[in-house]
């Protein structure tokens, strides 16, 4: 699980390098946003925002946890959309296990351990997300080991493709 955080963190500072040096008070509306959106789609999930990697004012970043389960969000802003697209196109030339996704954001792709992990264009911003998740429930304990990893898997998936999807509902609220 540390090792996914980190990943998340990593991807903040090659970001950094792609936006502007100036304080963004969209960020802080878009937190604000963000946070009153989640908590009605998602009772019961506690948040906190969390300081970004080398302290920049043009990167969001949060942490959204339930019992057993973990998302991270990192909003990046970027001057323009095109500024942003540009710069995840770079950020996933390389990766060679990515799956462009349909439906989210102007542009997306899922990559990482089970393809938890999203990164989609709305706007100006980019959207990180990745989640963690221990499956212990009643249906986990009777499978093989290798059945419990695709379970936990496929549950990563679901929750990144979820927060996502609220994230993109959050910015386009006025």
Request: hydrophobic share 40%; with cysteine.
């Amino acid at each position: 699980m540390k090792s996914r955080w980190f990943t998340a963190i990593l991807l903040s500072a090659l970001c950094i390098t792609q936006v502007t040096a100036q304080a963004n008070p969209d960020l802080d509306k878009l937190a604000e946003k963000l946070t009153r959106h989640i908590e009605s789609q998602m009772p019961g999930w506690s948040h906190k925002r969390v300081e970004p990697f080398m302290n920049s004012p043009s990167v969001l970043v949060e942490k959204w946890s339930f019992p057993n389960k973990g998302v991270m969000i990192q909003i990046v802003s970027h001057k323009s959309g095109q500024d942003a697209r540009e710069a995840l196109r770079e950020f996933v030339q390389y990766d060679r296990q990515k799956e462009q996704l349909k439906g989210l954001g102007e542009e997306a792709y899922a990559w990482g351990y089970g393809l938890a992990n999203i990164a989609f264009v709305r706007g100006k911003f980019i959207v990180y997300t990745s989640s963690s998740a221990a499956v212990e429930d009643s249906v986990a304990r009777s499978l093989t080991q290798i059945e419990r990893v695709e379970h936990e898997q496929s549950e990563m998936r679901r929750l990144s493709r979820e927060f996502a999807r609220h994230v993109s509902n959050a910015i386009d609220q006025p």
